[in-house]
């Protein structure tokens, strides 16, 4: 599913005006699952999550999923590394671990890059969560959100991850993605809601007015809220 943006300009105010969108679109297309699963990928997939569970009155909850990271080159990403229920899934990004299996260590690279993102993984999970058990995943309609997609490597993780819970139907929901990147992703899920996929960006964050950085204490605060609800 791609459907262009309402409204002449194509750039979203923040991300909660995102997630609005998303949750409109949603709510006009779910098939009727009561309670579905709303993951928001942390930091920035949370509050777009938020306004998807407010609109498709599902429950919200967090998975956290960290970027691998080129060695001397924390931008690049040679894949992602997801967990749930104690389980790990590690992503490569194709493109970049081709070359590195070309030049010899990528074993070694990547294990060395997955060691260290495991630990934040984790600390990452104690803090969102704290004593909170996560949210049953089987049998269930899952929406899983991030602010965006560039590479697709976390989203990936995240659906490699999942699966195994054995959901009853997965659904990626993300407000803009590169071109392309939804192609790759849409044969891994049940569907795909991205409402715009522009030809010419650079970066995520040139799809929104504002992009200031998802804190964790925010994080806490919006899953603290949707359980008070």
């Not at 777009?48 to 691998?68: C, F, P, S, W, Y």
């Not at 060695?71 to 899934?89: H, L, Q, T």
């Not at 602010?147 to 929901?173: C, L, N, Q």
Request: glycine residues 12%; neutral net charge.
């Amino acid at each position: 599913m791609t459907r262009e943006r309402r409204g002449g300009n194509r750039r979203y105010r923040d991300r909660r005006d995102a997630g609005r969108v998303l949750g409109q679109l949603l709510a006009d297309t779910r098939s009727g699952a009561e309670d579905p699963l709303v993951l928001g990928l942390p930091r920035g997939g949370v509050p777009v999550a938020d306004e998807i569970a407010h609109a498709i009155d599902g429950t919200l909850d967090v998975l956290v999923v960290r970027k691998l990271g080129f060695p001397g080159r924390p931008e690049v990403a040679i894949g992602a590394i997801a967990a749930v229920a104690g389980r790990i899934e590690i992503v490569e990004n194709a493109e970049i671990t081709a070359r590195l299996y070309e030049l010899g260590p990528a074993d070694r690279m990547i294990g060395d890059a997955a060691s260290v993102a495991e630990g934040e993984l984790r600390r990452r999970q104690g803090r969102y969560r704290g004593a909170r058990a996560p949210s049953d995943i089987g049998g269930r309609d899952v929406v899983l959100v991030d602010d965006g997609m560039a590479t697709g490597a976390s989203i990936r993780a995240a659906i490699a991850v999942i699966g195994a819970e054995r959901p009853a139907r997965v659904t990626v929901a993300v407000p803009v993605a590169f071109a392309g990147t939804c192609a790759r992703v849409r044969p891994l899920v049940d569907d795909v809601v991205c409402p715009w996929e522009p030809s010419d960006l650079w970066s995520v964050g040139e799809a929104y007015d504002d992009f200031s950085q998802t804190s964790d204490d925010e994080v806490r605060r919006i899953l603290a809220g949707s359980h008070a609800r």
